[in-house]
Structures are given as C-alpha cells and as structure tokens.
C-alpha cells in the first residue's frame, strides 16, 4: 500500500485524490454491508437451531404424534421452520454477491475515472500514455491491500454471531462449573443441612432454612407434595447446586471442603430421571467399574428384571427407549444396588414398578442396609 501510493504521487500527483476518495466510499459500503451480513447471520444460526431443536423434540415425541395424529400438523410446522432457515441462508447469500459486486463496480468505477482524466491530461499534453498506465498500475497495487484489509471486517461479520454464542456458552459453563474442595474422604458418619436455603433463582425459593439430621445407619423417608423440594435435597447432597444460605454439613465439616469426585464415590444414586446410555444393560450396570457376574445376577434379582435382559448384547436405545418405564427404572437400580456405598439415595425409584418387584426391592435395599 505505501509502495504503491508512493508510485501514484511519483507518476502522477493530480490523479491520486481519486484513489484517496474511493476509499471512504468502500469504507462505507463494507461497514454497511458487515452490519446486514452480521445481522443476517445471526438469523442463520439462530434458525438452524430451532430447526435442530424442533426435530430433536418431536423425534422424542414421536409416539405421541402418531398416537395424536398429529402428522399433518407437525409437516405444516416443518414446512415453516425449513422456510423461515432457508430464507434467512438465501438473504445472506445474496448480501455477499451484492457486497461482491459493489466491490467490482468500486473497481471498475476507479479505472475509468482515472483513464477519463487521463486521457484528458494527455491531450492537454501534461500526462504521457506511459504515465497513464503506470499509473493505473500503481493503483491497483494500492487498492487491493486496501481491499483486503477492509474486507477483514465484512470477513469476521460472518463470523462473529456464532463466536459470540460459543464464548456465551464458555462463559456459562465456567460459571456453572463444578466447585470442588480438597480434602479426601473414606467414609460417612453423619450428614446435617444446617438452615439450608435454595432456589433456581432469587425470586422464588425451593427450599427455605431446612434443617434436619441423618447418621451412619438411619433410614430416611422425605415425603412432599410435586415441587416441595425432595428431589432438590438430593441435587445438593450430591454437590450440584450450592445453598444459597445455610450449610451442608458431612461428618462435621462443609460439602464445599470435600473432593468433589471422591465424595461422590462414597454414594450410590437412583435419580428420579436417571440416564441410561445406549449400551447394553450389563454396561449401564457397570459403567466403568469393574463388577463380578455374581454381584450383576444378584442386584438383577434383588431388582426383579429378567435375566433375558442381561444376555441380550444389543443397545437399549437412547435413555433406554426401547426398555419400559419399569425396565428402565430396574436397570438404574441394579447400577445402584452392585455398588457398596455409605450413603444410598433413591428418589421415587419404585413409580412405574409393580407391587412385588416394589416389595421384593425395598426388602433388599433394607437387608443391604442393616
């Protein structure tokens, strides 16, 4: 860029303020054209992920679509959101050529001006046809870095909606990660919430200065009606959320001090919506552990689910879909149950089972106990 505009007032000093207004003209058009494609952008992603989002939901529901017949509705409401994407995507690719061609026009629009007046100065005789073409040289050697480096802009235009989102979602999970003590722990002697208070947000609390006591031994029973908080206990004791007042006490000292990692080692969980990978059964057990045959065929019992499931080696579906509600739920409390933990923590693991798989368990888990 310097070399060439050096050339331009070398050749000829009278032809160089075209190059120089030219500039702010591109200057202009790339800052308006970076605004619509950043803009546009944004429409792009954010249409994407409803449409990803919206398949992601209604092939989860897909039962109730056909049971519903819902089929035409939810074609209407593809049709939408497929148009609304590619709408969105066909603006955005029309901004670029329109940018595209303003930007050749830019071009073409300076070398005419510039062979205009030249052709003027060399029949007035002050300019050589040499010079001419030097000239017209020289200013695309300092037009195209000019180019370049402007279109930089219209460039990270593109970019920038879905860098914005990724360091939103940096952000948002740097400020939900996990706080972790470092103190070990080998055992549980007895855990106390000390005036514990907690709410998704600070405008409405699930729980309010809770207190209460349990001991090594102690079987423990939380009842409430939906949303009174039971499975929000069990959410804070297995360190997901901090209280926002109040303190978890385990064997005298605060949760926040433990390991995280190892102090969950010393529980075994069965979640109101525990998650089964799609594996097989004898996987989901075990996970990464290593557990003897004997302790699976004992916990499978113990659980009352058929054997025909542990030697079935196929996948059991995302979140155990090809399993039943009462399946999935002896599955997540066989992987409970072939664990030896201090602490066992069951939230309303028996809902879809029968009345004696029902029995049959809660005998286990208090022999297991005792």
């Known amino acids: 860029f310097v070399g060439g505009l050096i050339g331009l007032f070398v050749v000829d000093h009278r032809l160089v303020f075209i190059v120089i207004l030219i500039i702010p003209i591109k200057l202009l058009t790339l800052r308006f054209f970076s605004k619509l494609r950043e803009k546009l952008s944004t429409l792009v ?60 026009l830019t071009y073409e629009l300076l070398e005419t001006l510039i062979y205009l007046l030249g052709v003027h100065f060399i029949f007035a005789g002050t300019m050589s046809l040499g010079s001419l073409f030097a000239f017209v040289t020289y200013s695309m050697a300092v037009m195209i870095p000019i180019s370049n480096f402007l279109n930089i802009k219209y460039i990270l235009s593109g970019i920038m909606p879905a860098a914005l989102k990724y360091f939103e979602f940096i952000d948002e999970s740097q400020r939900n990660a996990e706080e ?21 947000s600070s405008e409405k609390l699930i729980i309010n200065d809770v207190s209460f006591e349990v001991n090594r031994g102690d079987k423990v029973a939380i009842v409430g009606k939906n949303g009174s908080g039971k499975t929000t206990i069990f959410s804070l004791l297995e360190g997901f959320y901090l209280p926002m007042h109040g303190n978890i006490l385990i064997n ?5 001090e433990y390991e995280l990692k190892q ?33 699976i065929s004992r916990v499978a019992k113990q659980c009352s689910f058929d054997d025909t499931l542990l030697r079935n080696n196929y996948p059991i579906g995302s979140n155990g879909s090809r399993l039943s509600g009462g399946q999935k739920q002896k599955v997540a409390l066989a992987r409970m149950l072939a664990r030896d933990r201090c602490i066992y923590l069951l939230d309303e693991s028996t809902s879809s089972m029968d009345m004696n798989s029902e029995r049959l368990l809660f005998e286990s888990i208090l022999a297991k106990c005792n």
Do not use: H, P
């Open 252 to 256: 005298g000292r605060s949760l926040a």
């Open 263 to 295: 102090y969950r080692q010393r529980l075994a969980c069965m979640n109101q919506n525990s998650y089964l990978f799609n594996d097989t059964v004898r996987e989901n057990i075990c996970l990464s552990d290593e557990i003897f045959q004997d302790v």
């Open 180 to 200: 972790s003590g470092t103190i070990g722990i080998n055992y549980i002697e007895r855990i106390e919430f000390k005036n514990v208070t907690f709410g998704y």
């Open 45 to 104: 992603i954010n249409a994407n992920c409803a449409v990803g989002e919206w398949f992601g939901d209604n092939l989860e529901g897909i039962r109730e679509i056909r049971l519903f017949n819902l089929g035409q509705i939810k074609k209407r409401q593809m049709g939408d959101k497929v148009f609304d994407m590619a709408d969105s995507t066909k603006r955005l690719n029309r901004t670029d050529v329109y940018n595209g061609g303003i930007d050749s």
